[in-house]
């Protein structure tokens, strides 16, 4: 079964640091861009930052300079180093898998990262 | 950046109802476009890409239209279980931005 799992989420400070993981499964996760996407409460969805195969790494302008996406492609693993959270980071996160020419197929279950 | 403007940002419609939305880009991205559903609760599942192109398993009632800087979603026989929000995103290049969401409610 095709699966993402999101955790590391929790209660943090506001510029304190949290590290999200997400675990693939049931596909070649090497092959496959991968997305951190987050969604507030009552909000819509908002595309974070994500990498592709090659390992290149994009940002949204609101988390550029904060946040550090990466990939470990030996442990089927995307990750998300937060720094200098702030309280509009709250959020559920959900990391996503996207095919090249097509949308974002699979989603994880999300992660709740709340900054207080 | 380039932006995403969908409209309404809420509808109210009946079952049965043959219902439209529009997301707008603020400069063209070909037909780079996905659409997604959104249940509340859910994790959002894709329902086209390409603009046009349905996602495998979608209901065939579902199509979309469009390219360069206007695009439709349209549902043509609304159902109960299409109750949801909807999100356009553009792919053409980063950042990978969404519309603001409409949310198809019950009349």
């Known amino acids: 079964e095709v699966q993402l799992v999101e955790y590391g989420g929790g209660l943090v400070q506001p510029g304190g640091s949290l590290r999200l993981s997400c675990a693939a499964s049931?596909?070649?996760?090497?092959?496959?861009?991968m997305h951190w996407v987050r969604q507030a409460t009552g909000e819509g969805l908002e595309w974070v930052s994500g990498i592709g195969t090659t390992g290149d790494t994009h940002y949204s302008d609101s988390v550029k300079g904060r946040f550090t996406i990466s990939r470990d492609n030996a442990k089927n693993s995307l990750y998300l180093q937060m720094n200098s959270l702030r309280v509009g980071d709250t959020a559920v996160y959900y990391c996503a898998r996207k095919v090249w020419g097509a949308g974002m197929d699979v989603w994880g279950q999300g992660t709740t990262v709340t900054v207080s | 950046d380039i932006q995403m403007t969908q409209s309404p940002s809420t509808l109210s419609a009946s079952v049965g109802d043959r219902v439209t939305i529009t997301c707008r880009a603020s400069q063209s991205i070909s037909n780079w476009l996905a659409w997604y559903q959104q249940k509340p609760g859910k994790v959002p599942k894709v329902l086209i890409f390409?603009?046009?192109t349905l996602e495998s398993g979608v209901p065939s009632r579902f199509s979309g239209s469009g390219s360069g800087t206007e695009f439709t979603l349209t549902i043509s026989s609304l159902q109960p279980d299409d109750f949801a929000t909807y999100y356009c995103?553009?792919?053409?290049?980063?950042?990978?931005?969404f519309g603001g969401g409409t949310k198809v409610e019950i009349k």
């Open positions: 049931g596909f070649t996760f090497r092959s496959y861009d």
């Open positions: 390409k603009a046009s």
């Open positions: 995103q553009k792919y053409d290049a980063y950042p990978l931005t």
